[in-house]
């Protein structure tokens, strides 16, 4: 995660980010499918963010623009992969600032000089209340080993039984419901061309 005033973030700043995110996924998706599509058969599971549908607060917007990137990529894999048997989940966490430094451990953008030109224009503390706003979101008794629990409950679920996405919001961003709109939509333009069979993958 990254935390500043987007015009601050040089372009270098971004592709870090989408390296991690976006070419990262790809990486991994040129090294394993590959295997998967031999055995027409396999899970894989994304990672996602609620910040992709949810609640779009200031100072975050690499990270969430490289959220949405990689989210794109892991639906247009699920539509290409469930012809051939692979199936794809997508979990989708919200922002757990507790237990995680969220916030402490964010990155900053390269330039500081704009950085400070943002600080000298904004209200004072405006940075450091909105971080405070955005964690006290997260609930008391929230806990991230729950995406972990997430993923192996999805992992031990029969294949064509999962989900296809699901959400872990504790700070309840609205992506809950953003998300359940979107792929509703997405699979009614699939029935609409007469594909809903990539809806889920082939026995």
């Known amino acids: ?5 987007l015009e601050a973030f040089t372009p270098e700043d971004l592709a870090a980010l989408y390296d991690v995110n976006v070419l990262g996924t790809q990486r991994v998706n ?3 499918p590959p295997h998967m599509r031999g055995a027409r058969d396999g899970l894989i599971v994304w990672i996602s963010s609620s910040s992709v549908a949810g609640g779009i607060p200031p100072l975050l917007g690499p990270y969430f623009a490289a959220k949405a ?6 639906v247009s894999y699920a539509r290409e992969l469930a012809p051939l048997g692979i199936e794809t989940a997508l979990v989708v966490p919200g922002a757990f600032a507790k237990g ?3 916030f402490a451990h964010a990155g900053a953008p390269a330039d500081a000089a ?10 004072p503390g405006f940075s450091d209340a909105l971080q405070k706003a955005l964690a006290a979101t997260d609930p008391p ?3 991230p080993g729950e995406v972990g629990r997430t993923v192996a409950a999805i992992v031990g679920t029969p294949k064509g039984e999962r989900s296809s996405r699901t959400v872990i919001d504790p700070a309840d961003d609205g992506s809950a419901v953003s998300f359940a709109v979107i792929d509703r939509l997405r699979g009614q333009f ?4 007469g594909f809903a069979e990539l809806l889920h993958p082939a026995p």
Do not use: E, F, K
């Open 30 to 32: 040129r090294a394993v």
């Open 141 to 143: 008794g929230s806990a």
């Open 114 to 123: 704009r950085t400070a030109d943002y600080a000298r224009a904004w209200p």
């Open 190 to 193: 699939l029935h609409r061309i």
């Open 69 to 74: 990137g990689m989210d794109q990529l892991a």
């Open 100 to 102: 995680t430094n969220h």
């Open 1 to 5: 995660m990254v935390w500043g005033p």
